[in-house]
């Protein structure tokens, strides 16, 4: 099924460089970018992003992280983007990330993991909704 998820690359794939190797890597694997977005996040847009994680140990770590620096959001199109992007990026800690991921090639941490994506259709929508209103 085509559908569309919502991809951040974080302030270290921006600070580092790193924004056509990672964006490649999508277009590479049939993947489109749809829509994209050169910005630093405010602590607003973050903790409406984030919500799920409010009042855990790491949250504000995770706000602080987001918005220190330029983030792009990116949303991809294609068959299955949405498990196929997740699929791409590898696992939330990079330590743990199969080989060739992208989280896996460039994840800093646990705590800078470099890209985002949306977890299900769902949250698509609504993470779409959030950076692209
Ligand atoms: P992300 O896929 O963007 O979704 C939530 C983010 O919280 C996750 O990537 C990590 O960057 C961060 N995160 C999740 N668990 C931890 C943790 N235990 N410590 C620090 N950061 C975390």
Sequence with gaps: MNEKTLILLKPDAVERNLIGKILSEYERNGL???DMKYMTASKEITETHYAE?????FFNRL????TRSPIVAVVVAGDNAVSRVRA?????????????????LY???LSENTVHSSDSV?????ERAIWFN
């Design 122 to 126: 769902e949250s698509a929508k609504r």
């Design 107 to 109: 994840g800093i941490s």
């Design 53 to 57: 994680h409010k009042g855990k140990p």
């Design 88 to 104: 791409l990026n590898g696992t939330t800690n990079p330590a743990d990330s199969g080989d060739n991921t992208i989280r896996a």
């Design 32 to 34: 489109t970018i749809n």
């Design 63 to 66: 706000v602080c992280y987001l």
